[in-house]
């Protein structure tokens, strides 16, 4: 069962970040399948290096975005982009190192961030754009 269900409240109304934003949710739960299957740690390793690369191409597209049509809250966003980058390529490296295993209480900061940033953040930026008349 998928730890995070793809419907409306996820809607940002932008359809590349929208596309995008399903990316990253069904890698996510792909990630949380393979820790509750128990897979091996190379397969779980290597959706979790998956998931970081997308996260951060991910981040470039929407901070390009926000760069071409001068989005007013875009140094906060690039910042909240940066902090989960580096809290990601932290657990990645611990994980790779044998120091940090994926945990639930681990998925669940993951899925909530996820959520919580698509509903808030990532909203509120795509309503800018659709005032510009951007979709």
């Given at each position: 069962m998928?730890?995070?269900v793809w419907d409306s409240r996820l809607e940002t109304g932008h359809g590349k970040i929208d596309e995008q934003h399903k990316s990253l949710v069904e890698i996510f739960n792909?990630?949380?399948?393979?820790m509750k299957q128990g897979k091996g740690k190379?397969?779980?390793?290597?959706?979790?290096?998956f998931l970081?690369?997308?996260t951060v191409t991910h981040f470039a597209m929407e901070e390009q975005l926000m760069d071409e049509h001068n989005y007013s809250g875009a140094?906060?966003?690039k910042q909240i982009h940066a902090?989960?980058?580096?809290?990601?390529?932290?657990l990645v490296a611990q994980f790779q190192a044998g120091t940090a295993t994926l945990t639930l209480p681990v998925m669940n900061f993951?899925?909530?961030?996820?959520v919580q940033h698509i509903q808030g953040e990532d909203y509120r930026f795509a309503?800018?754009?659709k005032g510009k008349g951007i979709r």
């Open positions: 998928a730890l995070i792909r990630l949380h399948g393979a190379q397969e779980v390793e290597g959706i979790l290096v970081k690369d997308y140094q906060k966003h902090d989960l980058v580096h809290q990601v390529a932290d993951l899925e909530d961030w996820l309503l800018d754009l």
